[in-house]
T-cell receptor, first 114, second 110 residues
Framework: KAGVTQTPRYLIKTRGQQVTLSCSPI?????VSWYQQTPGQGLQFLFE???????NKGNFPGRFSGRQFSNSRSEMNVSTLELGDSALYLC?????????????FGPGTRLTVL | QKEVEQDPGPLSVPEGAIVSLNCTYS??????FMWYRQYSRKGPELLMY????GNKEDGRFTAQVDKSSKYISLFIRDSQPSDSATYLC??????????FGGGTRVLVKP
């Protein structure tokens, strides 16, 4: 069974631009969560989508948004990029929206903002 | 104070030793407890998943959860150089939001 895939793997952008990252969950998984990982703050929850609905949102500004499609694939968008948005963006997929289910991470997208 | 606290290390051990890792947490709503391993510049890999208090063993790995003291442990027996990585504890409540500790870097020396 294929794992979680994320594209692109690396991105370089400049301040003020916007970026869209993509995540394809494990086949059959309906929940996708996004996390930001930085050396200073560690892994922080961005948001979770299940059945095309945002179920939970972390403490990030409105520049960070996401969506989920009917095939469970998800995208996240960051507008008006800032230097501090440089990070590894990870998505995790799971079967259901909560309860006793495991979450599996993709390899991440490394975003560098210049 | 962070919801999940984890000693950043590095924790250096000789090959074959037992690695002992732990986390403390403050949120009583946490019900599910994950341990992830992360190699440099890779995504986290799920190692262990436990529900509520107790022990769970999987090969060389043993996870322990003590909800009364809000203490989570992971033990790695017969450690190998390939176990050198950062280990992250990540408890969660009923939903899917994981709250990560800062991670402990482990170095297993041949």
């Amino acid at each position: 069974k294929a794992g979680v895939t994320q594209t692109p793997r690396y991105l370089i952008k400049t301040r003020g631009q916007q970026v869209t990252l993509s995540c394809s969950p494990i086949s059959g998984h309906r929940s996708v969560s996004w996390y930001q990982q930085t050396p200073g703050q560690g892994l922080q929850f961005l948001f979770e989508y299940f059945s095309e609905t945002q179920r939970n949102k972390g403490n990030f500004p409105g520049r960070f948004s996401g969506r989920q499609f009917s095939n469970s694939r998800s995208e996240m968008n960051v507008s008006t990029l800032e230097l501090g948005d440089s990070a590894l963006y990870l998505c995790a997929s799971s079967l259901e929206a909560g309860g006793p289910n495991e979450q599996f991470f993709g390899p991440g997208t490394r975003l560098t903002v210049l | 104070q962070k919801e999940v606290e984890q000693d950043p290390g590095p924790l250096s051990v000789p090959e074959g030793a037992i690695v002992s890792l732990n986390c403390t947490y403050s949120n009583s709503a946490f019900q599910y407890f994950m341990w992830y391993r992360q190699y440099s510049r890779k995504g986290p890999e799920l190692l262990m998943y436990t529900y509520s208090s107790g022990n769970k063993e999987d090969g060389r790995f043993t996870a322990q959860v003590d909800k009364s003291s809000k203490y989570i442990s992971l033990f790695i027996r017969d450690s190998q150089p390939s176990d050198s990585a950062t280990y992250l504890c990540a408890p969660r409540a009923a939903g899917n939001k994981l709250t990560f500790g800062g991670g402990t870097r482990v170095l297993v020396k041949p």
